[in-house]
């Protein structure tokens, strides 16, 4: 019903900066929230970051004054603004999209790779 796709992943060397991008389809105005998750190899995947349909961001301690998460509505977009990067940050960023129709469901993108290393 919704479908996301990531870009903007890659290698940055740390102190770098990177922005992902999160487009969405399909059944867009039934979205009330998105956000970004991340997990690293052997880890449990971790919120990094969240934006409400009223714009109200929400961010991981880990990433508070690095990160930044903005949307362009016009564009079915979110973003992640990545600077200041650390060794680790890195892992797989995943979007995620919260949809209401009759049930609430959650949506995720097949994730973008993220390495931070000299």
């Known amino acids: 019903q919704v479908q996301l796709v990531e870009s903007g992943g890659g290698l940055v060397q740390p102190g770098g900066s990177l922005r992902l991008s999160c487009a969405a389809s399909?059944?867009?105005?039934?979205?009330?929230?998105m956000g970004w998750y991340r997990q690293a190899p052997g880890k449990r995947r971790e919120l990094v970051a969240t934006?409400?349909?009223?714009?109200?961001?929400n961010y991981s301690d880990s990433v508070k004054g690095r990160f930044a998460i903005s949307r362009d509505n016009a564009k079915d977009t979110v973003y992640l603004q990545m600077d200041s990067l650390k060794p680790e940050d890195t892992a797989v960023y995943y979007c995620n999209a919260e949809a209401k129709t009759l049930l609430y469901m959650d949506y995720w993108g097949k994730g973008t790779l993220v390495t931070v290393s000299s």
């Open positions: 399909g059944s867009i105005s039934s979205i009330v929230s």
């Open positions: 934006i409400t349909s009223g714009g109200t961001p």
